[in-house]
């Protein structure tokens, strides 16, 4: 299908050669200095200890890390031997399943940060001498960038290491802001019509982005904000987790089997709820987006609600389509980087912002905080796009399509920039509950709707 429609121009092409090698330096700074504060902040027993079978010890994650970065950085882009081909089978993630990590001759924490720190070196001794263009894995200094988001997507990783993690708080941020729109309403009409899904300029997006094609999507209607702890909180004290009517089998079978109650870290106490956040024990604050639930809790609220989970292309037309000029934004706001008034990224903050704290972040339509705070849960399974081309290896995306995966769009609290635009796909399977992830709700249209 041929796109009527255009989409956001490449933030990179107008750049000159070292002012695009200087964006992915300070890319690859930003995430290393977010490794080393996550790693540093516990002891290394908390580094090689296992907090969960869920998650991989934290020293595991870092030297991970590195090996990633020696492969495509120092080796095929800076065409050096290996420095450790040694290790290249134990960080390998498709070889070894997180639960087995622990019993690895993993490399220790100081050697682990030696590692990563001789091949920081080599990389950004790599990014000096690499053609930005006339091969597509350096074109816009794509490699770093692609390295960059692997690490902070694995500093997400991390972060969700250490929710799990026992013990008392070692991470410490301030608080996000306040709610600071007026009166909005609850839900969003997004009229029928094309858009452009997906990307093909996007300097930085990942295989699974792209290509950009058109796509109609029907008349429907989105809530205007994530779906709230206190909005969540109903569902539960109505007895929702009890009541097979709004649980799909699949969803209803697991809730039965391990036992859920409530969203993942949550405990009723005489008042109310609570929940354990980084290692503090706090009341469940009502105007936050939940997070911590599953696909299946997602889609049981929402046909509790008497309404649905987004599909994917749904939450994309509302994210980024413009429907003055027609075209397709990189964010929700526009072609501009966020910032801190744009959305709640990056671990500036702990937690999930109240409804209502990012006004500028919203979109056209007037649909907020679709960037930030929590993943939010999508109905569709996970696919290529028409077009697909794995790049620049199959292990990335193409390995994990299928019903197993759902999509999950617009990043939590715990992602960071780089790794976040209004293209970005994550996916996971409909289970997980210890990731970032929460939620907002869409309908069809009622009959006289436009």
Same mark, same amino acid.
């Given at each position: 299908m041929t796109a009527v429609h255009i989409e956001s121009p490449n933030p990179l092409a107008e750049l000159?050669? *070292?002012?695009?090698?200087?964006?992915?330096?300070?890319?690859?700074?930003?995430?290393?200095?977010?490794?080393?504060?996550?790693?540093?902040?516990?002891?290394?027993?908390?580094?090689?200890?296992?907090?969960?079978?869920?998650?991989?010890?934290?020293?595991w994650d870092l030297a991970h890390i590195g090996s990633q970065e020696e492969i495509w950085l120092v080796r095929d882009v800076g065409g050096r031997e290996p420095l450790r081909p040694d290790i290249d089978d134990l960080y390998d993630a498709f070889q070894h399943p997180r639960a087995d990590r622990p019993s690895l001759p993993l490399l220790g924490p100081a050697?682990?940060?030696?590692?990563?720190?001789?091949?920081?070196?080599?990389?950004?001794?790599?990014?000096?001498?690499?053609?930005?263009?006339? &091969?597509?894995?350096?074109?816009?200094?794509?490699?770093?960038?692609?390295?960059?988001?692997?690490?902070?997507q694995h500093d997400?990783?991390?972060?969700?290491?250490?929710?799990?993690?026992?013990? *008392?708080?070692?991470?410490?941020?301030?608080?996000?802001?306040?709610c600071r729109t007026a009166a909005a309403p609850a839900e969003v009409i997004v009229p029928a019509g094309p858009f452009?899904?997906?990307?093909?300029?996007?300097?930085?997006?990942?295989? /699974?982005e792209r290509p950009a094609h058109e796509v109609h999507?029907?008349?429907?209607?989105?809530?205007?904000?994530?779906?709230? /702890?206190?909005?969540?909180?109903?569902?539960?004290?109505?007895?929702?987790?009890?009541? !097979?009517?709004?649980?799909?089998?699949?969803?209803?079978?697991?809730?039965?089997?391990?036992?859920?109650?409530?969203? !993942?870290?949550?405990? &009723?106490?005489?008042?109310?709820?609570?929940?354990t956040r980084f290692g503090v024990?706090? &009341?469940?604050?009502?105007?936050?987006?939940?997070?911590?639930?599953?696909?299946?809790?997602?889609?049981?609220?929402?046909?509790?609600?008497g309404k649905r989970l987004p599909t994917e292309a749904e939450w994309e037309k509302a994210a980024r389509h413009d429907p003055v000029s027609g075209r397709s934004r990189r964010y929700p706001w526009g072609d501009a980087d966020?910032?801190? *008034?744009?959305? /709640?990224?990056?671990? !500036?903050?702990? &937690?999930?912002?109240?409804?209502?704290?990012?006004?500028?972040g919203a979109s056209p339509l007037g649909v907020h905080q679709l960037i930030g705070d929590v993943w939010e849960w999508t109905s569709s399974d996970f696919a290529g796009?028409?077009?697909?081309?794995?790049?620049?290896?199959?292990?990335?995306?193409?390995?994990?399509?299928g019903p197993e995966y759902k999509v999950l769009r617009g990043g939590s609290f715990g992602t960071d920039p780089v790794a976040i635009r209004g293209t970005f796909r994550n996916w996971d399977y409909p289970i997980r509950r210890q990731i970032f992830a929460g939620f907002r709700c869409a309908r069809d249209l009622r009959p006289g709707e436009v």
């Open positions: 000159a050669p *070292e002012d695009v090698r200087a964006h992915a330096a300070a890319a690859l700074a930003r995430a290393r200095e977010r490794t080393a504060a996550l790693t540093d902040a516990v002891d290394d027993d908390d580094l090689t200890r296992q907090h969960s079978k869920l998650m991989s010890p934290l020293v050697e682990a940060r030696d590692y990563v720190g001789q091949v920081r070196a080599k990389a950004l001794e790599a990014l000096d001498r690499a053609p930005l263009e006339g &091969r597509r894995l350096t074109a816009s200094a794509f490699a770093f960038g692609m390295v960059a988001q692997h690490e902070q997400e990783t991390m972060l969700a290491t250490h929710q799990l993690r026992k013990g *008392e708080p070692v991470l410490h941020a301030p608080a996000p802001p306040p452009v899904m997906g990307t093909s300029v996007e300097p930085w997006a990942l295989d /699974n999507v029907d008349g429907f209607a989105i809530d205007t904000f994530p779906v709230t /702890n206190g909005q969540y909180t109903a569902f539960l004290d109505s007895g929702g987790y009890t009541d !097979r009517r709004w649980w799909s089998e699949a969803g209803w079978a697991y809730l039965k089997q391990h036992g859920i109650a409530a969203p !993942r870290f949550w405990r &009723r106490e005489a008042g109310g709820w609570w929940r024990y706090e &009341r469940v604050p009502a105007d936050e987006p939940v997070v911590h639930v599953s696909f299946h809790e997602a889609e049981a609220y929402a046909a509790w609600a966020p910032t801190a *008034e744009h959305a /709640n990224l990056g671990q !500036r903050h702990l &937690r999930p912002a109240a409804v209502g704290a990012y006004p500028r796009y028409p077009g697909f081309t794995a790049f620049p290896y199959r292990e990335y995306s193409e390995v994990f399509f």
